[in-house]
T-cell receptor, first 111, second 114 residues
Framework: RKEVEQDPGPFNVPEGATVAFNCTYS??????FFWYRQDCRKEPKLLMS???SGNEDGRFTAQLNRASQYISLLIRDSKLSDSATYLC????????????FGQGTILTVHP | EAGVTQFPSHSVIEKGQTVTLRCDPI?????LYWYRRVMGKEIKFLLH????????ESGMPNNRFLAERTGGTYSTLKVQPAELEDSGVYFC????????????FGQGTRLTVV
């Protein structure tokens, strides 16, 4: 079983749509949770950290459920520029600093 | 301010040869990480430096891989001898001192072993 599991998609949605991504992690000792965005042939970039209380950044909302070991990302009012791979990333456990990545979910937003 | 830079951006070598990848972290970042993405797989952790010390090298695949960070500034990752399965994209990341400070990634080195 992978440490971080994501639905690879692809998700193809029209502009303006709302899309949700989910992720589960297996290590209950994990301490930090993130969503990264990766454009084609580029480096991963931090989109947002994820907290148990939930957090929002503009059109993006992230949620963490520690009991279920489940992380989500909601994108509202999708833009063409949101097209990318979204990486669920978990940190901590036995090794501080180490990030464990999911395989990524591919999103394509079309006109 | 310059981000994390990696050299070279691409490298094609023959099986059995040696390749050295270089990473220059963001100035002042104590933490430096190496990750690798093999085609079709997720990005995987290789190792973590805190300044010049190896904090965690649990992800290094085998003893053909050697990472150094002399002086706590730039880092090198040498693969010797390279095998076909070493092909992939090698990312370096750095972060400031402290727990779970944001990790900034370089654009990666795409290594192809033929």
């Amino acid at each position: 079983r992978k440490e971080v599991e994501q639905d690879p998609g692809p998700f193809n949605v029209p502009e303006g749509a709302t899309v949700a991504f989910n992720c589960t992690y297996s290590n209950s000792a994990s301490q930090s949770f993130f969503w990264y965005r990766q454009d084609c042939r580029k480096e991963p970039k931090l989109l947002m950290s994820v907290y148990s209380s939930g957090n929002e950044d503009g059109r993006f909302t992230a949620q963490l459920n520690r009991a279920s070991q489940y992380i989500s990302l909601l994108i509202r009012d999708s833009k063409l520029s949101d097209s990318a791979t979204y990486l669920c990333v978990v940190g901590g456990g036995t090794s501080y600093g180490k990030l464990t990545f999911g395989q990524g979910t591919i999103l394509t937003v079309h006109p | 301010e310059a981000g994390v830079t990696q050299f070279p951006s691409h490298s094609v070598i023959e099986k059995g040869q040696t390749v050295t990848l270089r990473c220059d972290p963001i100035s002042g970042h104590d933490n430096l990480y190496w990750y690798r993405r093999v085609m079709g797989k997720e990005i995987k952790f290789l190792l973590h430096f805190v300044k010049e010390s190896k904090q965690d090298e649990s992800g290094m695949p085998n003893n053909r891989f050697l990472a150094e960070r002399t002086g706590g500034t730039y880092s090198t990752l040498k693969v010797q001898p390279a095998e076909l399965e070493d092909s992939g994209v090698y990312f370096c990341a750095s972060s400031a001192q402290g727990f779970w400070t944001e990790a900034f990634f370089g654009q990666g080195t795409r290594l192809t072993v033929v």
